[in-house]
């Protein structure tokens, strides 16, 4: 029997058919079991913890020891993961991972709602954006990559100060504290730019995995006798866009996000 084989009862969303790969669903449960176990363990142990029989399992450990997931303990011959996962994690760019998955969402976005739009990522005390996607409109407003702006100010920061349940904002004023309960409420960020009082800046959080929030997708929306849709219908859509984003980040998409309307916070 083939290690791939097709469930044709269970579609993923938007009607793709689900995948199952046995060989590779042992192989990740081994894994996952063991970076969890408070020690090493045997044979037996990882079966048990499975749910699958020993013959099973002696060939996916075999497989994964020969390939440097897993070693075995000189003497009780228990097994434990090596460091060849954490080596992988780190060759990889977290910053270029983002870039290219955000790449096509972030300029279909753009084309779709007339406007431009941007990402940006927490630099210390400074917000930087780090990619930018233009409309074909031939009026609108953009900031260019690079650029840097204060965290508070710019609702994109904000936005990520007010997820951040890990820092304290020292010295924040009670206008702050409350535009930032406001934010962790709606999980995202409206408020009128903070340079340009013509623009309304939608900020929408970009999560990775364990649905830490790595970035900010922003719209500075401009309401002209130009645009192509209401503020509505662009808060709307970029917060799908986030959410995709965050998919493909294999971060849990933000519930709820898009569906308040009211005006932009001034």
């Known amino acids: 029997m083939s290690d791939i084989e097709t469930d044709a009862d269970a579609d993923a969303p938007g009607g793709s058919p689900v995948y199952a790969a046995p060989a590779v669903d042992k192989a990740l449960d081994v894994l996952e079991i063991l970076a969890d176990a408070p020690g090493p363990m045997s044979q037996n142990q990882i079966a048990a913890a499975t749910g699958r029989s020993v013959a099973q399992i002696f060939r996916v450990l075999s497989v994964l020891e020969r390939r ?4 075995r303990e000189s003497g009780s011959g228990h097994y434990v993961l090596t460091l060849r996962l954490f080596d992988l994690a780190h060759r990889s760019d977290p910053i270029a991972t983002l870039l290219a998955l955000a790449d096509a969402p972030l300029r279909e976005l753009a084309a779709d709602i007339g406007q431009s739009c941007n990402l940006g990522v927490r630099d210390g005390d400074e917000i930087l954006v780090i990619a930018e996607a233009d409309s074909r409109s031939d009026f609108g407003f953009r900031v260019r990559v690079g650029a840097r702006f ?27 504290t409350e535009r930032l309960d406001e934010f962790r409420r709606l999980g995202y960020a409206e408020k009128r730019d903070h340079l340009h009082l013509g623009v309304v800046d939608l900020a929408f959080p970009i999560r990775g995995g364990e649905e830490r929030v790595v970035a900010a997708l922003t719209v500075p929306y401009v309401a002209t006798s130009w645009s192509e849709h209401p503020l509505e219908t662009v808060r709307d859509r ?17 519930l709820g996000v898009g569906t308040t309307t009211g005006p932009a916070a001034e």
């Open 238 to 254: 970029a917060s799908d866009t986030a959410r995709a984003i965050s998919a493909l980040l294999g971060g849990a998409p933000l």
């Open 68 to 71: 440097g997931y897993l070693a």
């Open 150 to 176: 204060p965290l508070i100010g710019p609702p994109s920061g904000e936005l990520l100060l007010a997820l951040d349940h890990d820092r304290a904002v020292p010295g924040a004023d009670d206008d702050l």
